[in-house]
Every structure is written in C-alpha cells, then in structure tokens.
C-alpha cells in the first residue's frame, strides 16, 4: 500500500466525520501494514465512526431486493462486497448512491494479499499436510463453495452460463486435484483478478475479507438478526492483542471503539480479536503469534450415536461440547439452542463428532476428554470414579494424544514445485510446531498424572514383579507344575498380562492364594463372566494348554475375564505391563 492510499483512506474518514483523536496517528510499514501509533501519553484513547461508513446487511437487502427475512443474508453481503470490488465497470447503486464510489478509498486499502490457507499454493499447503488445519482445508473450503453455488443457483439475476466452469469444479470438487483447484481458481482470488463478479473466486476472496475483519452486527445494533455481520472501516484498521482491554458500544447509532486504560507514547494502539489459537488467527485472519497464550490443540472424537445417546441420557456430568462453545469467527453461525446445557442437546448435535480443545496454559483443559476415555474404559458396573477405569482411560487418552503427535511429519524437502511465500514458511512453521508442543505437554501432564495416582494407590494395585516378590512358589513350583507335561519344551510367557491370567488360574484350582493377596480370589468369586468364550480366549488355551487336558476352556474364558474387567495396561517405552486393581 502506498502512503497515497492511506491519505485518500484517512481523508474519506474525516468527509464522515469520523472521530480520531489527534494523539493517534495512521501509518504504513512493512512488518505489519497498516498501524495506529499514539504520538503522546493518551488516556481511553477511542475512535468512532458513524453509521454511513457501516458496511451491513442492508446494502444486499436494498441492492439485490431481498426479503429481511431471506436466509443467509450474511451469504449475500459477501456476494454484494464481491461486486463493489470487481464490477468496475457498473456502478452497484443503493439509495441513488454508487456504493462503489462511496468505498472506493475503503475498498483501495484493504490488503492486496491474503494469506489464508484456503488459497496457498500446493507447495505452501503441504506445510501443513499432517495438521488439523491441513487436513480441514478441503471441508473448510467444500462449505465456501456451497455457500456461494446456492447463492448463484437461487436467483436469475446470475447468468450461470458464465460461470460454468466453477460450477463444474463445485460438482467435482471431491475429484479434483488440489493443483488444478489452484490453478483454475485460488490463482485468481490470491491475484484478485476474477473476470466475472460472481464467480467464485471473487465470492471466495470477500469471504476471507470478512473472515478476517468483520464484526458482529450486536456490537453496533442490540435488535439485529442472530449472526448478522458488519465491516467497520478505519477500526478494521486496528491489529489485535490478546493484552489489549478494550470495548465496543454503540453510541447514537454511531459505533465506538476504546481502549481502556493508557497509552504510552509510541505504542501501537491494537483492537482484541478474543483468545484465539493459532489455527483460528491463521485460518481466519492469515497470521500466527509466536508464544500464544491461547494457542490450543482440536481433537474431534468421533463415537457411535447410541453411545452419545446413552451418554446424554445417563452421565450429565460427562462434557460433550459443540463448536459454538468455543470461540469463533464473527460471521459463523451459533446455534443459540446449543448454547444451554448438555442436557438440552441431541445426538444430532454430534453427527460430525465431539470437539474437545487442549491448551498449555489452562491446566483443567485436559479433564473432559480424560472423563470421556474413562467412561469409555468403564465396564457397565463400575462408575466414573472407579479407579480401574481411570487408569485405563489415562492409557486410552495418551495414546490418542501420542499417536496424533507422531502423525505431524515434517513434509518433504524437495517440493519445490511451487515458490513457497517465507512469511507463510513462517506462520506454517510456527503453527506446527505449536501444535506438537501442547501435544508433548499434554503427554507429559498424563504421565504425571498417572505417576501420583500409582503413588497414592500402591497399596490397591497388584503387579506381576510384586507377585514374584511375594508368592514364590508360584514361581519356583506352581508354574512349572502347570506345565510339567510340556516334554521339556521351554514355556515363553509373552506379557504380564498373560502371567497374571496363569497365576490366578493356579491360584484359584490350588486356593493358594497368598494372604496379603486374598483380595484377589474374592473379587474372582464374585465376578460375573459372560457365557460367550471369546476367540482370544480359545487362543490362550490352545496356545499354552493345547497339549493338556487339566485346564478347561471355560475356566481359562473366566480368567481372562477378571483380568479384562479388573486391570489396566500401562504402556512404557519398553513394554506394556498390566496391573490388577482392587475394588
């Protein structure tokens, strides 16, 4: 942007009677666009615009005739914005006004590059290839171009003939290659050289516009629609500070901005976007923060509907929250229904799965997923609080987490099939690496977790190295007897989890049961085993019994039961031991 562009943008203000105050002061640079400095101390320093300069929903309703009732008028701002910029050659009149004319020094500051990742190229893309936001790309991007086909598809004011061949990209966008999308469209919305208005490459550029400055309508009107969205120039301006204290009030239909508080001379005056993650600010806004506070990690948990169900019905305690919990976009819509408590939801609300967002800075981030997993471990007669049940769902959560953590690969070196933009290396870079970090902390807090639980509850819990430690003859005599009639063959046990269930077979048929341990043939006592024998257990018998006929099938189906519904498996980076826990 040259400095004649942002004269012509402050002088448009003032003909409006915009209110800066004298201590702040517009400026270019490099680094970071546009800035507002404050040239001395300053206190509550504010700026407003009036209601003339307020890009709405009521330019689409008056220039397209449309009902204020029409759905998606959201849809139709950014279609009306698509032509104030493109359609140069007609005037886009509202009111007898040329509204192109009106914005026009509006219209010649906002960015001439967006830095979305909805339109980087191959190349760039593939930075982020093993990431949420890599991988959400095509849904993010399916869900713009539906928006705008039935946009041009619902009125006759388009001639679909002329954008044919988006359409053919919208009906085959599932088959076609990223670089052909590139090439035949995200080319011209980076470039902003759509041809035709309405097409949507034009339609896909307003949308980033909008995503990355647009305002709820409530900060300016109490009575407009749900999700209605605004553009406020010159406050668009401002760039964002999760530190800033700022607020937004309306004031005689004017729209307020201030700080408040003081601002020193020589500090950038910013606006408060909210506490957004990296991948929120890259995707919406096209920057990242290095040491964001905010920054977070997305695991959506996809479960079968009738575990949901059950879920809602049964365990109002258990968290399962919706996207609109979270913090969005201006423009995206928030189901106002889904606002209330868990309990007034439905199965429907989860069709695409369960959200959860961990953060390194909020410590409780962590416990409704570790609350699902342990409801998910839980055999139907234990509860949420049952320790076995926690210790399984500690194991079932780190290993989503470290699986999803190994899966960020670093792309390959040699794609240099397109040139890669350093700023977006960099905001790729800093994004990734964020995520595998609150993913390692997040590792790291579970197994810490897990190490104070088998400190606290060591006295409840039976490992295989306590066995040898304690019984002996188990080892010395007991196990050797179980296969005396091996032909001498050497007996290789494969895991603990394979010891216990021969050590509680041997104790149970020769009740010796040690007496520190007698905890043990009580809960096999009274446990409950279904009468389906599973393959897994035909497979242990004939594995180590298949030569005998001194162990029945049936009692080893019962062992290895108890064993499934009294222990869990810890994992290390040598092997896995199971650990039987007493009720």
Avoid at 106 to 135: F, V
Avoid at 216 to 242: G, K
């Amino acid at each position: 942007m040259s400095p004649e562009v942002l004269d012509a943008l402050l002088q448009w203000a003032a003909s409006f009677s915009v209110v800066i105050p004298e201590e702040l002061r517009f400026v270019y640079t490099n680094l970071k666009g546009i800035i507002c400095i404050c040239e001395k101390d300053v206190d509550n320093p504010h700026i407003k615009i009036p209601p003339e300069i307020v890009i709405s929903r009521t330019l689409p309703i008056k220039f397209f005739k449309l009902d204020e009732t029409t759905a998606n008028i959201n849809g139709w701002l950014k279609m009306l914005l698509a032509k104030i910029r493109f359609d140069k050659d007609n005037d886009t009149i509202v009111d007898n006004i040329s509204v192109n004319k009106k914005f026009k020094p509006y219209l010649d500051a906002l960015p001439s590059r967006l830095n979305s990742p909805l339109i980087w190229n191959p190349s760039e893309l593939n930075r982020l290839s093993s990431t949420n936001l890599g991988n959400s790309i095509h849904e993010k991007f399916g869900s713009i171009f539906k928006e705008w086909f039935e946009l041009v598809s619902s009125s006759d004011i388009f001639d679909l003939e002329k954008v044919v061949d988006d359409i053919e990209i919208y009906h085959k966008l599932n088959e076609t290659a990223y670089e052909t999308l590139y090439e035949k469209v995200l080319k011209n919305t980076e470039l902003q050289t759509p041809t035709i208005w309405y097409s949507f490459p034009a339609f896909l550029w307003s949308h980033l516009i909008f995503t990355s400055r647009a305002f709820p309508e409530y900060v300016v009107d109490n009575n407009c629609p749900e999700n209605s969205i605004v553009l406020l120039p010159i406050i668009d301006l401002l760039n964002h500070d999760y530190r800033s204290k700022v607020q937004w009030y309306p004031e005689n239909g004017w729209f307020c901005y201030e700080k408040m508080g003081s601002v020193s001379q020589s500090e950038e005056l910013c606006n408060n976007y909210g506490g957004k993650g990296n991948e929120e600010l890259l995707s919406g806004y096209g920057f990242v923060l290095e040491d964001n506070i905010f920054d977070s990690v997305a695991l959506k948990i996809k479960l079968p509907l009738g575990v949901i169900s059950t879920i809602l019905e049964r365990e109002p305690t258990l968290k399962l929250p919706v996207l609109s919990d979270y913090t969005t976009f201006a423009f995206e819509n928030r189901d106002c229904d889904q606002q209330g408590t868990d309990n007034a939801r439905s199965v429907k609300d989860y069709l695409d799965g369960i959200t959860y967002f961990i953060n390194t800075q909020n410590k409780e981030s962590l416990e409704p997923l570790l609350e699902l997993f342990t409801y998910l471990s839980k055999t139907e007669e234990e509860t949420l609080h049952v320790l076995r049940a926690r210790f399984e769902g500690i194991q079932m959560l780190r290993t989503a987490l470290e699986s999803k953590l190994q899966n960020i690969i670093e792309p390959p070196a040699d794609d240099a099939s397109y040139t890669i933009d350093p700023y977006r290396l960099y905001c790729a870079d800093i994004y990734t690496k964020s995520q595998k970090q609150i993913l390692k902390d997040a590792v790291a807090r579970l197994k810490r977790l897990e190490k104070t639980m088998l400190s606290e509850n060591k006295h409840l819990l039976l490992t295989m190295n306590k066995i040898f430690k304690n019984d002996p003859a188990f080892v010395e005599t007991e196990l050797p007897s179980l296969f005396s009639n091996e032909d001498d063959e050497e007996v290789v046990f494969e895991s603990t989890y394979d010891l216990l269930i021969l050590w509680i077979l041997m104790k149970m048929r020769s009740h010796s049961f040690p007496a520190k341990y007698q905890w043990v043939g009580q809960q096999y006592s009274d446990f409950k085993n279904t009468a389906y024998i599973s393959d897994d257990s035909k497979a242990f018998h004939a594995q180590y019994f298949g030569k005998q006929d001194n162990v029945e099938l049936e009692q080893v189906d019962r062992a290895i039961q108890f064993v499934i519904a009294n222990s869990f498996t810890r994992a290390s980076s040598i092997s896995a031991e199971t650990i039987l826990v007493r009720k």
